[in-house]
Structure formats: C-alpha cells, structure tokens
C-alpha cells in the first residue's frame, strides 16, 4: 500500500518491488547484521514546526538511539507505518552537554521542556490570543505533547523527567506536509512546540494524534502531574523567543570545489 | 566479518546510561512497534565527499529500505557497529524518477555508476553475484545525501548546519588509503570485483549534466529569516 498525500498522488512515485527485488532484499537481511538499526528502542510521536515558517507543524515519529545517558540519536518519519517517509534526523543532549556548545551552536536547537511537561506551565502564558489559549489549555490538560505509543504513561513518566531537561536540534530534508513527492531543496531546521506565540501547536493536530492513539487524558493527566520543570532553560535556544520570531534558513551557494581529482 | 573504522572516531562525552533509564528503553523496545525502521533491510558501504571540498571523503555505511521499486531511503552511520554514530541521510531513486525533477533540484544529486563499477560501493556480507543482481539497479540510480555530523573534522557531536555531500565519479578521487582500508577490513578487492561489474551499465540516458552539481562545489549557508505567522516569509541577510 503506497502513502499517499491528501490529493491521494502516491508519494513517493514509482513501480512496485519486483519479485527479483523482494528477494534480494531479503537475501541481504538474512546475511547482513544491521547493527546500529537493532539499537533503535523507542517510538516517540510528538510535533515539529519549520523555524523559518512556524505556521507550519507537523506530527512527527522519532525512532530513538540511546548512546549514553547524555546523548540520543533519532530517524525521523512522518508516520508510523511500513509506508512512512523518513523526514530527517534529530539529535538530543543533556543540559550538561547542552551549555557546553558554543552559543552560535546552541541557536540551532531547541528546548524539550514544554513537550514533556505538565499543562500547568501553560498558566504563565500570557501572550496568545485568548480563545487560542482557552481551548488550547482545555485540550493540553488532556494529553502531553510528547508521547510513546502504546506504552502506559507510568512506565515512561520518569524519562520524562530526563527529557524535559534535553535540548534537540533537528533537520527535516524531505517536507511532505507541502506534498513535495520526493525530498526537494536543502534540508531545513526545525523548532520544537512551546505554550506561547508562534510556538503553539495547532490544538486539532493534537486531537487527531490522541485519537490515533486512544491516548487516556485520566491516564496522562495523573502521570504528568509532577513533572518539575527545569530550574533555567538557556536564552539562546529556542531563537525564535529571545529574537523578535526570527527563524533560520540553509541556502545552497555554488562556489570552487577544492578537488584532488577532476570533477566529475 | 566487519572490523574497526580506522577514520577519525570521536568520542561523546557523556555519562554511561543509568539502569532506571536501560530499564525502560527494554520495555519500549519490547511493546511498541517500529515499522519504518523494520523496512530497513539493507547495509552499503561506500564513500561521500562534501560538495565543496573533495579532500574531505568520508566513509558512509547506509542502511536502506525501499518504499517502491524506484525508491530508497537510507541512514548513514560513521560505522556499521553497535556505538555507529547517525551521521546523515541518503535518498536514492531510480533514472525515471530522478528525470522528474527540476533542474535545480537535480544539482543535489549524485550518480552511481562509477561507485558500482569501479566497486567501491559494496554491500558487506554478501556474496558477490547476488551484489551484483542488485548492482545492475543501483549503477542507473542517483542519490541525495546530506550528512550533520562532521565526523571527518573530529566533531564529538553532530555541530553546525548540514552539509550536502557528493560520490566519486572517476579514478583518481579517493584516496587510496581509505579505500585500502576498507578492503582489507572487508577482505576484499575493490580491482577484482571491477572486473566482475564490466558488464554493468549507468544510466540509459547517460549522467544528466545537472547531476554531481553540474560539476560544481556545493556549500550550504545558514540565513536568519523573518519567521513568519501567515505563511509567506522575509528572508533578510545577516
């Protein structure tokens, strides 16, 4: 079954596998290891939005790497089924790790702490518009934004402590959410949900993901409802509120390729 | 048999993983699914360099799953081990598709044809006449990579912004130590198996010219926009 875009044109486009193709595939999965691929041990569903465009979110599928206690590692698809498209690669570090990069490194990433934590942080938001934030509340008391399906929320309520104290940075090379059939221009950076301004996410996005997933709102609300936020989150992450919304593009310049060889 | 990436291998600092948070992760890995990534069912190895600087040749261990019989996805890891650091993304796809895009697109894009037939890319592990098979597709096919994390450079985390890379396209490019390397790990010949892959053709309408950045050096740039609220944005310079 080939994922397709709202208009229903399959993304990607292409022929089916061939049988010859099946079978080398799967000749090569009996004999190869795939190694770092076994590693993957977490499914995290949570939102994006395009930093240099935050009207645009999207509902995200991490598949998550840990290599240590400060540092994770996560293929990024826009879906959960065998037809999901990988959408790019988010890294994820402790505090520790976090404060020390360097700060024109550190306005490339973003803060967990929303995503994971209680609706209460949403109280010192002032700045939305009203009838935004009214129902948005109603709606985050039930479900948090960062969830892992199909695991009992009591069962991950102590990572969440972990991540809500972790800094992300994020790419996104391939925007199907805009319908581009294959993975067109350069990647682009990515900014985590907040509870204030353009941070917000879409409250009917979230809706859809809770139904998807049957998430309890009983269940979520009594799990989360000691989470500490962290003490301090640093200025420099989440650009967008310390810098007047300013966002972040990758553009492609042509310059003289240092070579060793001609080319091509 | 697969041995040590003899290339720049930095460490993370970082604490070992704690038991609460091992604990966990053997739960999740236990009840949730993880359907893309059991579509994975490929490893390749072979070689990328960054679109500006051909000096800089990293090796590259993909590992792929096909959403079609046209199409690939792939993640890069510095090495095809338990600790391999995620260092990029690849997209392959086939003549058909990559003659689809537009020309500005298709500078992004690499050929194949003289990693398969010069044999630099291979698939570990499996035995040459099935690589072969497979090679056949692979030699008509181009691919997009963009590699995070400049593993090349001695970065202990994936800093900066993305780089676009690119693949060998002739003899004289990589650099013989790496490639030495890399076959003696693998217990290989890179010489032998070109002569097994002499029959394999690239692509039926030739290399596209826009292909491999029109010849080109490739270099991203980062750009503080105007992030916009209503769906147009202002790009202003800095």
């Known amino acids: 079954m080939a994922a397709t875009n709202g208009t229903g044109a399959q993304i990607p486009p292409g022929k089916p596998m061939s049988v010859e193709q099946h079978m080398l595939d799967k000749g090569a999965q009996m004999l190869q290891s795939l190694k770092p ?29 840990r290599v240590n206690q400060d540092f994770l590692q996560c293929a990024v698809f826009d879906a959960d089924d065998p037809m999901a498209h990988l959408i790019g ?41 009203k ?28 990572e969440l402590e972990n991540l809500a104290k972790t800094y992300g940075k994020f790419w996104c090379t391939w925007q199907t959410d805009r319908g581009d059939k294959l993975p067109m221009g350069p990647p682009v950076l990515m900014m985590s949900p907040q509870g204030t301004g353009i941070g917000v996410v879409n409250p009917v996005l979230v809706q859809n ?38 966002g972040f593009a990758v553009e492609m310049e042509t310059t003289e390729m240092k070579k060793r060889a001609s080319f091509p | 048999m697969e041995g040590v990436n003899v290339s720049t291998h930095p460490e993370i600092p970082a604490e070992p993983t704690q038991i609460g948070t091992a604990l966990l992760e053997k ?11 059991n579509k994975i069912h490929q490893h390749l190895c072979a070689f990328h360099f960054y679109g500006h600087d051909m000096t800089r040749q990293v090796e590259a261990h993909h590992f792929c799953g096909h ?31 990559f003659l689809t895009l537009p020309d500005d697109e ?15 890319l291979f698939m570990p592990g499996v035995p040459g006449p099935v690589q072969r098979k497979e090679f056949e597709k692979v030699a008509k096919t181009y691919g997009k990579v963009i590699h995070f994390w400049q593993v090349d450079k001695g970065d202990n985390l994936p800093l900066g912004i993305p780089q676009v890379m690119m693949a060998l396209t002739k003899d004289g490019q990589p650099y013989e130590n790496l490639a ?37 050096g490739l270099q991203t740039v980062l750009r503080e926009v105007e992030c916009c609220k209503e769906g147009k944005s202002t790009r202003v310079f800095v």
């Not at chain 1, 129902?135 to 199909?150: A, C, D, E, H, T």
């Not at chain 1, 695991?151 to 991950?156: D, G, L, S, T």
């Not at chain 2, 298709?106 to 044809?113: L, M, P, R, T």
């Not at chain 2, 693998?186 to 010219?209: D, L, V, W």
């Open chain 1, 89 to 129: 690669l988010e890294y994820i570090v402790s505090d520790r790790l976090f404060e020390t990069l360097p700060p024109d490194e550190q306005k490339l990433w973003h803060t967990h702490a929303y995503e994971a934590c209680t609706p209460s942080i949403l109280s010192s938001n002032k700045r939305s518009s």
């Open chain 1, 37 to 65: 691929i076994k590693h993957m041990n977490q499914h995290v569903c949570t939102f994006a939005l395009y930093s240099h465009d935050m009207t645009r979110q999207i509902e995200t599928h991490h598949y998550v790497t």
């Open chain 1, 209 to 246: 993901r809770d139904d998807k997933y049957n998430i309890s709102s009983d269940a979520l609300k009594t799990a989360r409802v000691e989470i500490a936020e962290p003490e301090w989150l640093n200025p420099q992450a989440d650009y967008w509120k310390q810098h007047n919304d300013k």
């Open chain 2, 180 to 216: 030495q390397d890399v076959e003696n790990r693998y217990n290989i010949s890179f010489e032998e198996e070109r002569e097994n892959r002499a029959c394999i053709k690239g692509p039926s309408h030739g290399i596209h010219p826009m292909a491999n950045a029109a010849g080109k």
């Open chain 2, 106 to 120: 298709k500078q992004f894009w690499h050929s194949h044809e003289f990693e398969v037939k010069s044999g630099v």
């Open chain 2, 67 to 97: 959403l079609n019989g046209d199409f690939r996805q792939c993640l890069i890891y510095d090495r095809p081990d338990d600790d391999g650091q995620l260092i990029g993304v690849e997209y392959i796809v086939s003549e058909e598709l």
């Open chain 1, 131 to 158: 009838r935004v934030n009214i129902i948005f509340y109603m709606m985050q008391i039930k479900s948090g934004l960062w969830v892992n399906p199909r695991v009992p929320e009591m069962v991950v309520r102590p």
């Open chain 2, 27 to 37: 739960a999740t890995a236990t009840i949730q699914g993880f359907d893309p990534v």
